[in-house]
């Protein structure tokens, strides 16, 4: 098999096994707060983008951790493509607009783009910390 196509398919893996745990967790959210708010797609995204910026930093040139490519493309693009829901997002801020919920929508879309880049920085952040060598004790 060649290594791109190894690539492709552990992408489409980690797509599906995203997906579903996306659906898992936005429904289960749904379910639980029975909110009139999108809990379960503002969670995938924050904890998405956590996860995309641990797992790059963790597996990156300086990273602790040694993955191959297709390992790699795995999690970045299959699975944290799969879990999070940018289409999802947009949809459901284009029904808040027709719902002519304008605030709301302002409001879902101010509060997800700053969860989300905070939750990348701190996972990047996180990783960068887990890469540092340990101290060695004297």
Not at 33 to 43: K, P
Not at 56 to 78: K, N, Y
Not at 86 to 98: D, G, K, P, Q, W
Request: hydrophobic share 55%.
């Amino acid at each position: 098999m060649r290594p791109d196509t190894r690539v492709y398919l552990a992408v489409g893996l980690g797509a599906a096994i995203g997906s579903g745990a996306r659906a898992a967790v936005s429904l289960g959210l749904h379910q639980a707060l029975a909110a009139d708010f999108a809990w379960g797609t503002l969670t995938v995204n924050v904890l998405g983008s956590f996860l995309i910026g641990l797992y790059a930093a963790l597996t990156g040139p300086d990273g602790r951790l040694m993955a191959g490519p297709a390992t790699r493309q795995f999690v970045l693009a299959g699975f944290c493509g799969g879990f999070t829901t940018f289409s999802i997002f947009s949809l459901e801020t284009l029904l808040f607009v027709a719902e002519r919920r304008i605030a709301v929508a302002a409001l879902y879309v101010g509060v997800s783009v700053v969860l989300w880049l905070v939750a990348v920085w701190l996972g990047h952040r996180l990783g960068e910390r887990l890469n540092r060598p340990k101290p060695v004790a004297p």
